[in-house]
T-cell receptor
Framework: DGGITQSPKYLFRKEGQNVTLSCEQN?????MYWYRQDPGQGLRLIYY???????QKGDIAEGYSVSREKKESFPLTVTSAQKNPTAFYLC???????????FGQGTRLTVV | KNQVEQSPQSLIILEGKNCTLQ??????????LRWYKQDTGRGPVSLTI?????NTKSNGRYTATLDADTKQSSLHITASQLSDSASYIC????????????FGSGTRLSIRP
């Protein structure tokens, strides 16, 4: 099956710990994105990558880091510097920038 | 400032009824507008995508309209079903840049039997 896979679905983290969210796609898409979704708000862009080994900050990149070593993978690390990390995180991919995006099923991160 | 505003914020209708969701945007220059359906705790799924030259597009019981002059779009759902209960998100893209994709905050639709 072609698609985009996020794991894990639920994640709990203690304050002060870094945690990495996985995102893998087998759609052969060049562009990948990470969004954060909070209740009552639109999705906000954290980081995006339009090609392997290159990525750019989105609107709310502080406290997050990413890598794009392989075309199919775009992991997101939530660092201890992120002040309010509890949220629903969505990964997406598209053939190119600004074409239709396909979303993963999301990871709900809770800081305890 | 690029913005996408959706209304109403939430809506409850009876099964079988029709409804229309609204999206107003100030994104410029306009590239395309998409409607997504997002079930609770899941990722959004694309319903329609419309470019500047298109003013109507249908996907089954979903029909989207676009008025590029007034910068308004609507999503009409016909003969609603319980499975239509979800959030509907309007997304507007400006230029050909991944950073210029603006998401509305969504309309939460609940269908009652």
């Amino acid at each position: 099956d072609g698609g985009i896979t996020q794991s894990p679905k639920y994640l709990f983290r203690k304050e002060g710990q870094n945690v990495t969210l996985s995102c893998e796609q087998n759609l052969n898409h060049d562009a990948m994105y990470w969004y954060r979704q909070d209740p009552g708000q639109g999705l906000r862009l954290i980081y995006y990558s339009q090609i392997v080994n290159d990525f750019q900050k989105g609107d709310i990149a502080e406290g997050y880091s990413v890598s794009r070593e392989k075309k199919e993978s775009f992991p997101l690390t939530v660092t201890s510097a992120q002040k309010n990390p509890t949220a629903f995180y969505l990964c997406a991919s598209s053939q190119a920038a600004n074409t239709e995006a396909f979303f993963g099923q999301g990871t709900r991160l809770t800081v305890v | 400032k690029n913005q996408v505003e959706q209304s109403p914020q939430s809506l409850i209708i009876l099964e079988g009824k029709n409804c229309t969701l609204q999206c107003n945007y100030t994104v410029s220059p306009f590239s395309n507008l998409r409607w997504y359906k997002q079930d609770t705790g899941r990722g959004p799924v694309s319903l329609t995508i419309m470019t500047f030259s298109e003013n109507t597009k249908s996907n089954g019981r979903y029909t989207a309209t676009l008025d590029a002059d007034t910068k308004q779009s609507s999503l009409h759902i016909t003969a609603s079903q319980l499975s239509d209960s979800a959030s509907y998100i309007c997304v507007v893209s400006a230029e050909s840049s991944a950073s210029k994709i603006i998401f509305g905050s969504g309309t939460r639709l609940s269908i009652r039997p």
